[in-house]
T-cell receptor
Framework: GEDVEQSLFLSVREGDSSVINCTYTDSSSTYLYWYKQEPGAGLQLLTY???NMDMKQDQRLTVLLNKKDKHLSLRIADTQTGDSAIYFC????????????WGLGTSLAVNP | EAGVAQSPRYKIIEKRQSVAFWCNPI?????LYWYQQILGQGPKLLIQFQNNGVVDDSQLPKDRFSAERLKGVDSTLKIQPAKLEDSAVYLC????????????FGPGTRLTVT
């Protein structure tokens, strides 16, 4: 069945790069997403990548997609304390339904 | 552009009581979603509307949960009667027909059932 997995915790020092990883099982995935959730807030769409792309860069964010290994990563350059949040990986399959399949989220802690 | 609005932000009720949540999507967004997010988990889709029609309600516990979007804009989600396990954040999201792959979320309603 469809499944998205992420490591639950990541701790980095301010100024370092963070890499958050995600694996998925659905080979028919068309879009893969990264959402950010700060405490007490809703989910903020950070970026997404179409499945025919290998990489997407947006300012401090770099998304890498390895379709063969069904592996998605989010790299945050020069991580700041304001980046502390839970990061969710999600994927959308090729069906007509626009349902997203979500991971459990990776809690990123940025230490000064 | 105004974001997705939800109210109330917080609600505390006793089990077996009823509760309703309201969502106003981004203007022009035809698709509206209700999600349930239990602490420590990712969001779980409860129901998806395309305009005022239901696209997917396969994970909605229909014995106690109901949702409507009568005029294809605002939506309400109701729980009647509530159970302890319904304690969660209820998130509303919306997307456009031209970019259905981009879902934008509201701040959520945190429900505590005691």
């Amino acid at each position: 069945g469809e499944d998205v997995e992420q490591s639950l915790f990541l701790s980095v020092r301010e100024g370092d790069s963070s890499v958050i990883n995600c694996t998925y099982t659905d080979s028919s995935s068309t879009y893969l997403y990264w959402y950010k959730q700060e405490p007490g807030a809703g989910l903020q769409l950070l970026t997404y990548i179409f499945s025919n792309m290998d990489m997407k860069q947006d300012q401090r964010l770099t998304v890498l997609l390895n379709k063969k290994d069904k592996h998605l990563s989010l790299r945050i350059a020069d991580t700041q304390t304001g980046d502390s949040a839970i990061y969710f990986c999600a994927e959308k399959n090729a069906g007509n339904n626009r349902k997203l399949i979500w991971g459990l989220g990776t809690s990123l802690a940025v230490n000064p | 552009e105004a974001g997705v609005a939800q109210s109330p932000r917080y609600k505390i009720i006793e089990k077996r009581q009823s509760v309703a949540f309201w969502c106003n999507p981004i203007s022009g967004h035809a698709t509206l979603y209700w999600y349930q997010q239990i602490l420590g988990q990712g969001p779980k889709l409860l129901i998806q509307f395309q305009n005022n029609g239901v696209v997917d309600d396969s994970q909605l516990p229909k014995d106690r949960f109901s949702a409507e979007r009568l005029k294809g804009v605002d939506s309400t989600l109701k729980i009647q009667p509530a159970k302890l396990e319904d304690s969660a954040v209820y998130l509303c999201a919306s997307s456009t027909d031209s970019k259905p792959y981009e879902q934008y979320f509201g701040p959520g309603t945190r429900l505590t059932v005691t």
